[in-house]
């Protein structure tokens, strides 16, 4: 029997949202991919779609999973885990807190799986294991929010960088609204470079891009695009403009929107404090 992990990387499709915005490019909510990683009896999955519908047509595993979420596999196999570093426990406390939650419902009404529960905390070096092969639990400061973590298979040479990577969909800086948050989403990525991986699988992604570690440098270059462009228009609707001008190959204008509007308010704002 072999020890060697497989990996496969299936892109739950792009989905309907309520997002508040009246034109139609602005109600979709990003593709996400959801990592399998296969041994001879254990699998591990990362990340799963945001409604119980596609959640439920994503995968039939095999016997024991290792699973970092959901509710609804944990439902179907008992006998999996739930597992993330303590760092992101927490911060999922937080989001299962029922005015963050709400917010999520408004947007899917009626599409999210009940039953939520928090992940068990692994170590504090983030090491699990399946079929003989070590995989580690990464935590990063911030990225696109709070309270990030990345997957590393160091025998694959793969890094499973959820929302710290992204490829051909807007970046969501609506919480990175500050030059001090993009720094430190910046130092996230070269924190990914440093393992010098061969795979590197997004948490949002278009589905027939190549995975690989020049996505870490067209993410930088994103975030540094953004910023300079924030720098010169210091207004959301010019600064969203332009960023479709520079990238009109990509999409989720609803999140471009959001990202320009927050960081514009949040310039704004600290401008003015530093006048007073």
């Known amino acids: ?35 399998l990683l296969q041994g001879p009896t254990s699998v591990v999955l990362v990340d799963t779609p945001t409604t119980a519908e596609l959640t439920k047509g994503t995968f039939t595993p095999p016997t024991h999973m290792g699973i970092i979420s959901s509710a609804i596999f944990l439902k179907d196999f008992p006998e999996a885990k739930s597992v993330a570093t303590s760092f992101v426990v927490e911060g999922i406390k937080e989001a299962l807190a029922e005015d963050n939650l709400a917010i999520w419902k408004a947007m899917f009404p009626g599409q999210l799986p009940e039953g939520q529960c928090l992940p068990e905390a692994l170590p504090a070096n983030g090491e699990f294991s399946i079929d003989g092969h070590s995989l580690f639990c990464i935590d990063v400061v911030f990225s696109d929010t709070e309270n990030p973590s990345f997957l590393h298979v160091p025998s694959l040479d793969l890094v499973v960088s959820g929302d710290i990577v992204y490829r051909e969909c807007f970046k969501h800086l609506g919480e990175a609204n500050t030059p001090e948050k993009r720094k430190l989403w910046l130092d996230a990525l070269d924190q990914i470079a440093a393992l010098e991986p061969s795979i590197v699988v997004t948490g949002h992604k278009r589905v027939s891009q190549l995975d690989g570690p020049y996505l870490i440098d067209l993410t930088k270059e994103y975030i540094h695009a953004f910023e300079e ?34 960081t514009v308010a949040r310039l704004m704002e600290a401008e003015k404090k530093s006048s007073n």
């Not at 602005?26 to 991919?33: M, N, P, R, Y």
């Not at 600064?239 to 320009?260: Q, T």
Request: hydrophobic share 35%; proline share 6%; net charge negative.
């Open 1 to 35: 029997m072999s020890s060697f992990l497989q990996v496969d990387a299936y892109c739950a499709p792009a989905i309907p949202a309520e997002t508040g915005y009246e034109e139609p490019v602005k109600q979709l909510w990003s593709s996400i991919c959801c990592t």
């Open 229 to 262: 462009e924030v720098k010169k228009w210091k207004d959301a609707d010019k600064v969203e403009d332009a960023m479709k001008k520079r990238y009109p190959h990509i999409w989720n204008e609803f999140i471009l929107s959001n990202s320009c509007k927050n």
